[in-house]
Structures are given as structure tokens and as C-alpha cells.
């Protein structure tokens, strides 16, 4: 938990879910974040993570009657293994993350080797993915806040988990949804909840920017959604999973329908 929520040391570990959102309208076939691949580079986080469980994101899209050329555009948070991780699977998609958290990533690993725990849950394969679609013409570095990137969905910088997070909205039929990305963990982040008396922002218990730009990206976030905190989709916190409908599952893990 301390992982997640920071100081929360005398917490018991909890599952915590790796997930991400299909999102479908004006003939576009849209995936926020991606999962990753247990195979090459994905295979050695899986296990070094302990993940135990773990379904390939192209089967569960193949459960929705998706196949991977279908995709159009994948739209990422941030470039960690478990939200990028398999956007070498979708030849037609383009791909969309903020240029200052690609350029970060390839300066980072740039670095001395003392400095590697800053690209600790980045797989090198991710990136050289993501340069390679560039090659293709099939990557669009977005800076900053972005209206109607695509029809219906924007983007809005949320830096403090790493250097160019950013969040995405959805505009529904039941009205705009957040996917956060990893901004928050949990939604103890924004409540405090177990932290103290005081209802405040807690900082992510890891992450590479810092403490400050995480709790401006909390109050954007709340912000972007009126400060409905349901509408927040928290893609690692399954206590928030549970609270929308559960349309299908493949050997435990859940498809749960937002909107
Ligand atoms: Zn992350």
C-alpha cells in the first residue's frame, strides 16, 4: 500500500488491478492506455512486480469483438510498462502521449546507471516502439492541454508520476469521464482516507516528479470532472473498478462497462 498511498507503511499489501479503457464513437476505435504483453521485455516486470494474473489486453479486446488492426488510436497517460506496454500489437493505431514524457524517458535512460531507478517500471522496448511508430508517421506528440484530440476525448497535463503524465477526458452519453492514468493510484489519494483526521491530498507513493506538481495534477483532475470524484476512472484501484457494471470476464479479470 505505501506504494501507492505515501507513509501508509502499517497498511496489509492489496491486489491491485492493471488495467485500461476502450473507448468507441464517431467510427473510431480509442484505447486509453494499453496493458502490456507477458512476453520480452513485459515478461520480466510481470515478474519482478509478482503480478499473478494476468490476461492479454488483445484477448480481452478480442472478447469485445476487436482485433488489433481495428484499433484507430491509442491515446497513453504515460509510458510505465503496465499502461504502454503493448502498443507494438496495433499496426494501424496512432499513438498519442506528451513530448516531454517520451523525450524524458530517452534522457533518462540516458543517464548514468546510479540513476536508474527513475526508469525502474519503463521497458526500453516500450520506447523503441514508441519511436518506431514514429518512423511509421503514426505518433503525435501533444504539449500541453489538448481540446477535442479526438472527437469527444481531451487531454490535459498532469504532471508528478513521471514528467509528462497526463489524464484523459470522455465525453459520454452519461456525461464526461476522467481516465487518470496513473495521477492518482488510489482514490485514498484524493480523500485521505487512513491518514489522519484531516480530509486532504496525499501524495502517490512512488513516482518521479515531484510532490507538489502530483497534488496541482489531483485538483486539475477533480477539476476536469466537477469535482464528482465517481467520475474519475482510477485504472489501479479496484474498490472503483467494483462500482461499475461488470459485463464480462476471462479466467477472473473483469470487463466492466463505464458509460
Ligand atoms: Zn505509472
Redesign the pocket.
Known amino acids: 500500500m505505501a506504494s501507492l498511498v505515501w507513509g501508509t507503511f502499517g497498511d496489509p499489501p492489496i491486489d491491485t488491478p492493471f488495467s485500461f479503457v476502450l473507448a468507441q464513437g464517431g467510427g473510431r476505435i480509442v484505447l486509453c492506455d494499453c496493458g502490456f504483453m507477458n512476453e520480452g521485455g513485459g515478461a520480466t516486470f510481470a515478474t519482478r512486480f509478482g503480478v499473478p494474473t494476468w490476461v492479454s489486453p488483445l484477448r480481452l479486446l478480442e472478447r469485445m469483438g476487436i482485433a488489433p488492426g481495428d484499433v484507430t488510436d491509442i491515446v497513453l497517460?504515460?509510458a510505465?510498462f503496465?499502461?504502454a506496454g503493448s502498443i507494438d500489437q496495433f499496426p494501424n493505431a496512432q499513438i498519442y502521449l506528451q513530448k516531454t514524457e517520451l523525450l524524458s524517458w530517452v534522457e533518462a535512460f540516458a543517464l548514468p546507471p546510479r540513476f536508474s531507478i527513475l526508469t525502474d517500471?519503463v521497458d526500453p522496448d516500450d520506447i523503441r516502439a514508441a519511436l518506431e511508430a514514429s518512423f511509421q508517421h503514426r505518433l503525435t506528440l501533444i504539449e500541453g492541454d489538448r481540446d477535442n484530440l479526438l472527437p469527444g476525448l481531451s487531454v490535459r497535463l498532469a504532471r508528478g508520476?513521471?514528467m509528462g503524465?497526463q489524464f484523459i477526458t470522455l465525453e459520454t452519453a452519461r456525461g464526461r469521464y476522467a481516465v487518470a492514468?496513473?495521477c492518482i493510484y488510489s482514490a485514498r489519494n484524493l480523500t485521505g482516507e487512513g491518514c489522519g483526521e484531516q480530509q486532504r491530498y496525499i501524495p502517490l507513493g512512488?513516482?518521479v516528479g515531484s510532490a507538489w506538481d502530483q497534488l496541482l495534477s489531483f485538483n486539475r483532475l477533480e477539476t476536469a470532472v466537477g469535482g464528482d470524484r465517481s467520475r474519475i476512472i482510477i485504472l489501479h484501484d479496484e474498490a472503483r473498478w467494483s462500482a461499475f457494471e461488470r459485463v464480462q470476464e476471462i479466467e477472473g479479470m473483469g470487463i466492466y462497462k463505464v458509460a
Request: no cysteine; net charge negative.
Open positions: 497517460s504515460h510505465h503496465d499502461h517500471v508520476h513521471t503524465q492514468g496513473d512512488a513516482g
